[in-house]
């Protein structure tokens, strides 16, 4: 465990190191980056160089980390919360990474019976961790890097979580700056997760993936790939939703 202090001390060392290879080549590859100011982009080098170098990496299945899976990784995590006040994910100090979707056992409550438990395998992209690791499949984070304009982003899915569990209950609620902001937050967030449940049941189309529909906290994270990914079709399809996400994600703007 860090002293601040010495989080400090470690992370100013950080960034005078030099930026590993093709560091520049693959942050840019990466579809939002060129919609970023020039401030955002040099704040967004510095926080993936601190992801890249303070995270423990770990490839899992056989899969080999490279600087290429790190930095692509790391610059995701990093737009996410290029600006919002944050401390570098540091309840996540580990970043697992398999070739492909992984096998999760999930409990669930039988819908046959109070208190019945169900154990079920269920195949993930990613999955995060309350106070723990971030895990994520390499293949899917290509997948959604070659379709950009799906607005899907496994990275972003996860990362969305971690701020989401920061609030110590995981319900589709990050730390807001005001009374002012849940209030509005809580309002708009059910009422457009409401909608997709509904859109879901009667089987209408939506931008959204209706994965969002499972529960508040996958509304959020979902809803926060698109708003990274897409900005403008969401902006068109939920013009409250996308001034809410910017109003957390990107307050200054
Ligand atoms: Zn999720």
Redesign the pocket.
């Known amino acids: 465990m860090f002293w601040p202090w010495w989080k400090e001390f470690s992370r100013k060392r950080i960034l005078k190191k030099p930026f590993p290879e093709n560091f520049d080549t693959n942050i840019q590859a990466l579809h939002f980056y060129s919609r970023l100011s020039v401030s955002e982009k040099k704040n967004l080098r510095a926080i993936t160089k601190v992801i890249f170098y303070e995270k423990n990496w770990e490839g899992c299945g056989g899969f080999k980390i490279t600087d290429e899976v790190k930095t692509l990784i790391s610059a995701q995590a990093a737009r996410v919360i290029l600006n919002i006040k944050h401390d570098y994910y540091s309840r996540a100090m580990s970043i697992l990474v398999y070739p492909d979707r992984f096998i999760i056992p999930q409990v669930k409550r039988s819908p046959l019976g109070h208190g019945v438990i169900q154990k079920e395998k269920v195949v993930a992209h990613g999955q995060a961790f309350f106070r723990g690791p971030v895990i994520l499949s390499w293949s899917s984070i290509l997948e959604d890097m070659n379709n950009p304009f799906r607005g899907r982003n496994v990275v972003i899915?996860e990362f969305a979580?971690k701020l989401d569990m920061l609030a110590d209950s995981v319900d589709g609620t990050p730390l807001l700056s005001s009374r002012k902001q849940y209030k509005s937050w809580v309002k708009i967030m059910t009422d457009e997760y409401q909608k997709l449940v509904w859109k879901y049941q009667t089987g209408t189309s939506d931008l959204i993936d209706f994965y969002g529909a499972t529960n508040p906290a996958?509304f959020f994270?979902v809803t926060s790939e698109y708003y990274f990914m897409v900005p403008h079709l969401l902006k068109m399809a939920h013009p409250e939703l996308f001034h809410l996400l910017a109003s957390y994600y990107d307050p200054k703007k």
């Open positions: 899915h979580h996958e994270s």
